[in-house]
């Protein structure tokens, strides 16, 4: 059973560590291995704006480059701080390159706190999806 709660919890905590000078907007992301590993992201800018990296693939990359390959879960948690912003879902970018490793149980919960999160299945986030099986 995935604990919603708890990884709303460590997104929205993730936030705080995020380097975001430029845009102001601080995002926090968590993502749980199927074997229960958690590892955070935070976005991370660039005064060259490309280069900018965002929370989800900061943990992405975290935990691929220490061998995770199956995941359980997401979670987003995004604004300004000290501002009453929306729901923060996952970029265009972000959302493909999950796609890549996004089992069939893959949920996203996108957090505003700890306790006002929506859950969702990976399909309603990126539908139709282009990924590994299309190119067997
Ligand atoms: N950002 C994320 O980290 N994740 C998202 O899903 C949306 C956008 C970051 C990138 C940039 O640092 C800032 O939010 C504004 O776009």
């Not at 604004?79 to 009453?84: D, F, M, R, T, V």
């Not at 996203?108 to 139709?128: C, F, G, M, N, Q």
């Amino acid at each position: 059973m995935v604990d919603y709660q708890k990884l709303a919890a460590l997104a929205v905590k993730a936030k705080e560590r995020a380097y975001a000078p430029y845009s102001g907007f601080h995002v926090g992301a968590v993502l749980l291995c199927s074997n229960g590993v958690e590892y955070i992201g935070c976005n991370i800018e660039s005064a060259a704006y490309p280069a900018t990296i965002c929370a989800e693939r900061t943990a992405l990359v975290k935990a691929v480059s220490e061998g995770a390959r199956s995941f359980r879960a997401v979670a987003v948690a995004g604004g300004k701080p000290n501002a009453n912003t929306d729901y923060c879902y996952p970029c265009g970018v972000c959302r493909q390159m999950l796609h890549e490793f996004a089992g069939d149980d893959f949920e996203v919960i996108i957090a505003k706190s700890e306790t006002d999160y929506r859950v969702h299945k990976w399909e309603e986030i990126l539908p139709h999806g282009f990924g590994p099986k299309d190119l067997q």
